[in-house]
């Protein structure tokens, strides 16, 4: 059981939005930012998210983060089928003092 | 551009020893922690080994605690991570990451990039 759940799957038809959802805790969510991390199959995690809801250069504004209290949300729009990949949110935790990560969404792009 | 290879992974028996290392460039890497994260064959993303940039400050998993021990040489730009009472549960391919700041523990940072990977099989 993963620190911070996510669902383990997610999917949609191209065009439509989906959103992932990141439990947490006062610990780590609650108290800190939260990065979100696509990886797309055979290949390495790359950053997608930083500090809630800020986007590295190179990633198209159809991806968006948002944190409400100890839960965090990944939400892409216009979906394309480049999309399909594993998404994982992360957070520091002051508790464990270390990072944490969510047990991953796999998404499908029907 | 930001390079980081990695580099020692192979088979090894239960309760043996590893050396990862991970050669950085591209980057002033003096100025910035560093970490391996290692992913399980099939499984999720799972927090190693953190490092902070002048080398003083470590952090570890529960789950590897008393067991690895992470390291770096600035002057060679290289990031290691000595593994020993290996377990089949340590078997994973283990990613060196790029901190965004210099400690560990940082106020709003993240990880980026990533390596490619290096995998390490514990089995008999």
Do not use: H
């Amino acid at each position: 059981q993963s620190v911070l759940p996510q669902p383990p799957s997610a999917s949609g038809t191209p065009g439509q939005r989906v959103t992932i959802s990141c439990s947490g805790s006062s610990s780590n969510i609650g108290g800190n930012t939260v990065n979100w991390y696509q990886q797309l199959p055979g290949t390495a995690p790359k950053l997608l998210i930083y500090n809630n809801d800020q986007r590295p250069s190179g990633v198209p504004d159809r991806f968006s983060g948002s944190k409400s209290g100890t839960s965090a949300s990944l939400a892409i729009s216009g979906l394309q089928s480049e999309d399909e990949a594993d998404y994982y949110c992360a957070a520091w935790d002051d508790s464990l003092n270390a990072w944490v990560f969510g047990g991953g969404t796999k998404l499908t792009v029907l | 551009e930001v390079q980081l290879v990695e580099s020692g992974g192979g088979l090894v028996q239960p309760g043996g020893a590893l050396r990862l290392s991970c050669s950085a460039s591209g980057f002033t890497f003096s100025s910035y922690a560093m970490n391996w994260v290692r992913q399980a064959p099939g499984k999720g993303l799972e927090y190693v080994s953190g490092i902070s940039s002048n080398g003083r400050t470590t952090y570890y998993a529960d789950s590897v605690k008393g067991r690895f021990t992470i390291s770096r040489d600035n002057s060679k730009t290289t990031l290691d991570l000595q593994m020993s009472s290996l377990r089949p549960e340590d078997t994973a391919l283990y990613y060196c990451v790029k901190d965004s700041v210099s400690v560990v523990r940082g106020v709003k940072s993240w990880f980026d990039p990533w390596g490619q990977g290096t995998l390490v099989t514990v089995s008999s």
